[in-house]
């Protein structure tokens, strides 16, 4: 089962803050979290393990709870570059990584 | 380091014919992935490899398409024939290390993908 993405848009201003949630049905063991720009290749930002840790560097942050089956980005003080289309890949028990449809991200100066 | 190197960046194909699709792996990687990226389907994951092994292909949609590692910096992506659904942004990413998936914290570097159309 896809993971859903939720937004799947938003609009923000530079320097605001953003949220990306990602959630699943199934029990997880992995979140991979990319961003991919307009005519580009998907490019790595984190993994987050089960253990509800949370990792990030510079402005963007993540967490996971395993519970909840449930994974969020976090993007503080937002730039110009990091508009584009997020990702969330899940991995499962059966060690297959599936990705949501993606987030919308647009930043406007 | 070059990255991951795809070819050919673009490929327009008719019906039927057969596709080959290339990957070079950044050097000292042990993973390898083949994902496909659509419209309708989002980014799907294909096959990946560990160390020239196959290890998952159960994302392979059906029995045209076929993939191989004869060596640690090569790869390819077979479909056979082609039909009109499978065009498609095909990507190949690579990972240091051969651990599973449920368990890795590997960067994946991605190429910069093969746009497949067949007509």
């Known amino acids: 089962q896809q993971p859903v993405q939720s937004p799947q848009a938003v609009i923000l201003r530079e320097g605001e803050d953003a949220v990306i949630n990602c959630s699943s049905s199934?029990?997880?063991?992995?979140v991979h979290w990319y961003r991919q720009k307009h005519g580009e290749a998907p490019v790595f930002l984190m993994i987050l393990l089960k253990g509800g840790e949370q990792k990030g560097h510079e402005k963007i942050s993540a967490s996971f709870n395993e519970k909840k089956q449930q994974s969020s980005l976090y993007l503080t003080a937002s730039q110009l570059s990091y508009s584009g289309t997020y990702f969330c890949g899940t991995v499962d028990r059966d060690d297959k990584i599936i990705f949501g449809k993606g987030t919308r991200l647009h930043i406007l100066p | 380091d070059a990255g991951v190197i795809q070819s050919p960046r673009h490929e327009v194909t008719e019906m039927g014919q057969e596709v080959t699709l290339r990957c070079k792996p950044i050097s000292g990687h042990n993973s390898l992935f083949w994902y496909r990226q659509t419209m309708m389907r989002g980014l799907e994951l294909l096959i990946y490899?560990?160390?020239?092994?196959?290890?998952?292909d159960s994302g392979m949609p059906e029995d045209r398409f076929s993939a191989k590692m004869p060596n640690a910096s090569f790869s390819t992506l077979k479909i056979q024939p082609s039909e009109p659904r499978d065009s498609a942004v095909y990507f190949c990413?690579?990972?240091?290390?051969?651990?599973?998936?449920?368990?890795?914290?590997?960067?994946?570097?991605f190429g910069p993908g093969t746009r497949l159309t067949v007509l």
């Open positions: 199934k029990a997880l063991y992995s």
């Open positions: 490899f560990n160390n020239n092994v196959p290890i998952d």
């Open positions: 990413a690579s990972s240091q290390g051969t651990g599973v998936l449920a368990e890795s914290t590997d960067t994946q570097y």
